[in-house]
């Protein structure tokens, strides 16, 4: 009788009917997306939780089984905008062909979310969209000054782009647009790269598991009808881990892979990221990325991916062009910085799409088992059994005194 009860539990825990039994596809995605007391987003899909800063244009991205992303947390903050000459033809930024930045901390930005949802009322994607503002009067004004060329308080003889913080003055970048737009899709997304109906560029947006991000850029004040812009995307890939786990960035470039550590400092500060072309047939693949991998493993947790092309609209015509999008990269001792290099659109706008994705079946986390760990039915399941040997084993030792 305990054998036959005691099974009876493990087969109501086997066979408890899942969440979604009898709920269509479409439905039992449904993301979550709410906003807290300090103004961070969060948005939440079965796989994947971001949460999103509403000071800067900063997305934090983990698993949802994996509480609070404690082992596999990654980090892409949108922090800086630069205006450089490339002096030495390479098509990407280095430190010493800065003629101006900005740090995106020294304007105010708007977040806001949304759902798009289908003639059903089911969502179809969840948006948020990071919009500038105007100038901020609270910005961290110091976090650039040991990377950032130019910027030399104690050699104030030497050119210099910044002499000291009374020199601090981003009123030209008043009128300069910019907004990052990011969307979660449920399923995924087939898009493409499209100039006058001719394809420039395929991709896919995996559902639930990928957010993409919209980089459009506008008004930009351009200083010089050569000059270029760079856009620094700051990726850390161990935000909230324990010292147990550790992750590190692999880099697929043409020449192989390259993995690096944001403890690493490396001394070339702008090395070009080689575009990959992974089927050799002597163009670069539209989609180029970044792994965030575990060390101890090798597994494979997500990945920072963007387009090779980029979209410039031109105000004067109307004409829009596909333009290439090269990158270049070092570590500085806390994070990768990766700077996305756009070609001089005076005048006109530019539309990139960079996205952060994980691995579906790859999360780190293993749910408990045990006892301790059954759901809430099978205390039911047991506690009934107890009571019934408790009332069979009473009625027994009745007999037996009768």
């Given at each position: 009788m305990l054998f036959l009860l005691v099974s009876s539990v493990v087969a109501v825990n086997a066979f408890t009917p899942s969440d979604d039994d009898g709920v269509e596809d479409d439905e039992k995605n449904e993301p979550e997306e709410h906003r807290d007391s300090d103004g961070r987003v969060w948005i939440q899909t079965d796989i994947m939780t971001v949460m999103l800063?509403?000071?800067?244009?900063?997305?934090?991205?983990?698993?949802?089984?994996?509480?609070?992303?404690?082992?596999?947390?990654?980090?892409?903050?949108?922090?800086?905008?630069?205006?450089?000459?490339?002096?030495?033809?390479?098509?990407?930024?280095?430190?010493?062909?800065?003629?101006?930045?900005?740090?995106?901390?020294?304007f105010e930005w708007s977040l806001q979310t949304g759902a798009i949802t289908n003639e059903l009322g089911q969502s179809t994607e969840v948006y948020a969209s990071y919009t500038k503002g105007g100038l901020s009067d609270d910005w961290e004004d110091d976090w650039f000054k040991e990377w950032m060329p130019g910027y030399d308080d104690e050699s104030?003889?030497?050119p210099v782009i910044l002499a000291d913080d009374s020199d601090i003055n981003f009123t030209r970048y008043a009128g300069l647009t910019l907004q990052f737009y990011a969307h979660i899709y449920m399923n995924d997304y087939n898009g493409t790269v499209k100039i006058d109906e001719e394809v420039k560029a395929n991709y896919t947006v995996d559902g639930g598991v990928e957010l993409k991000v919209d980089i459009a850029?506008?008004?930009?004040?351009?200083?010089?009808?050569?000059?270029?812009?760079?856009?620094?995307?700051?990726?850390?890939?161990d935000v909230a881990s324990d010292d147990e786990v550790d992750h590190h960035f692999r880099l697929h470039e043409d020449?192989?892979?390259?993995?690096?550590?944001?403890?690493?400092?490396?001394?070339?500060?702008?090395?070009?990221?080689?575009?990959?072309?992974?089927?050799?047939?002597?163009?670069e693949d539209d989609v180029q990325e970044i792994s965030f991998i575990e060390a101890t493993t090798d597994e494979t947790r997500g990945f920072y991916r963007w387009l090779a092309k980029a979209v410039v609209s031109h105000s004067l015509n109307g004409s829009q062009e596909a333009v290439d999008v090269d990158a270049s990269y070092w570590t500085d001792g806390n994070g990768l910085l990766l700077f996305f290099a756009y070609p001089n659109f005076d005048g006109g706008s530019i539309l990139h799409d960079p996205s952060l994705k994980l691995i579906e079946g790859a999360s780190p986390f293993t749910p408990p088992t045990g006892l301790l760990n059954l759901p809430i039915e099978s205390?039911?399941?047991?506690?009934?059994?107890?009571?019934?040997?408790?009332g069979i084993g009473l009625a027994i030792k009745r007999r037996r005194i009768h």
């Open positions: 800063n509403p000071k800067l244009p900063s997305y934090q991205y983990w698993y949802t089984a994996d509480d609070n992303g404690s082992l596999a947390r990654f980090m892409v903050n949108y922090m800086m905008i630069v205006e450089f000459e490339d002096s030495n033809g390479d098509g990407v930024y280095q430190p010493e062909e800065t003629l101006d930045f900005v740090p995106l901390d020294a104030p003889e030497d850029i506008g008004s930009f004040p351009f200083t010089s009808e050569t000059s270029s812009v760079a856009v620094l995307n700051y990726l850390r890939e020449s192989g892979d390259d993995d690096h550590d944001s403890e690493d400092v490396m001394e070339q500060l702008g090395e070009e990221f080689e575009d990959n072309d992974e089927d050799d047939d002597g163009f205390y039911v399941v047991i506690g009934t059994a107890v009571v019934l040997i408790a």
